[in-house]
């Protein structure tokens, strides 16, 4: 769908003024960026929260900005239980995203069966511009998608997120099974 507003995401955050939610819906992804970070998790390397210079990322730095701005930065999992090893992973390293200041919460598949939820996984900025975030049947990225015309997709994005949300557990208090 033809966008009038920045396709990059980094121009995304950086235009937002209230708030900026994210859903994914994976069990697992194969972006390129973490197959080393992945790789060196497997073998047993885990993060140092008290050595933050060894994990601080400038994707890190962009949520503080953004939060730092007052936009309220939120991100909602929906996970299979057991939990994948990848979801493992990820859990495991979300201490950085809430040391940016985005909120983290983790919803059991199960009990995701009564939320109307659209087919991918997306960002929604200001309730209004949602980018979508396509995905191979392996887990690898097909690029992201803006769409900011279509008020009906964004309630749908922003009912979904926010059903989830309520649902959800907060990262501090979610058990891994």
């Known amino acids: 769908m033809p966008s009038n507003v920045p396709t990059a995401f980094t121009d995304l955050l950086a235009g937002c003024t209230r708030s900026a939610v994210h859903l994914e819906m994976r069990d697992s992804y194969a972006v390129d960026y973490e197959k080393g970070p992945f790789a060196e998790w497997r073998a047993g390397y885990r993060h140092d929260p008290d050595d933050r210079a060894s994990w601080w990322r400038p ?5 503080q900005e953004t939060v730092d701005r007052g936009v309220v930065v939120r991100r909602a999992r929906i996970v299979s239980e057991p939990v994948s090893e990848y979801t493992r992973f990820l859990f495991d390293g979300t201490f950085t995203n809430e040391a940016a200041g985005e909120q983290v919460r983790w919803l059991p598949r199960r009990q995701a069966s009564g939320i109307a939820l659209p087919g991918n996984d997306f960002w929604l900025f200001d309730d209004q511009v949602i980018r979508w975030n396509h995905f191979a049947g392996d887990g690898s990225s097909l690029g992201g998608e803006v769409w900011d ?8 994005c922003s009912d979904a997120f926010e059903s989830v949300w309520a649902r959800a557990v907060p990262h501090s208090e979610y058990e891994i099974h």
């Open 59 to 63: 994707w890190l730095g962009l949520v």
């Open 149 to 156: 015309e279509t008020p009906d997709v964004a309630k749908l």
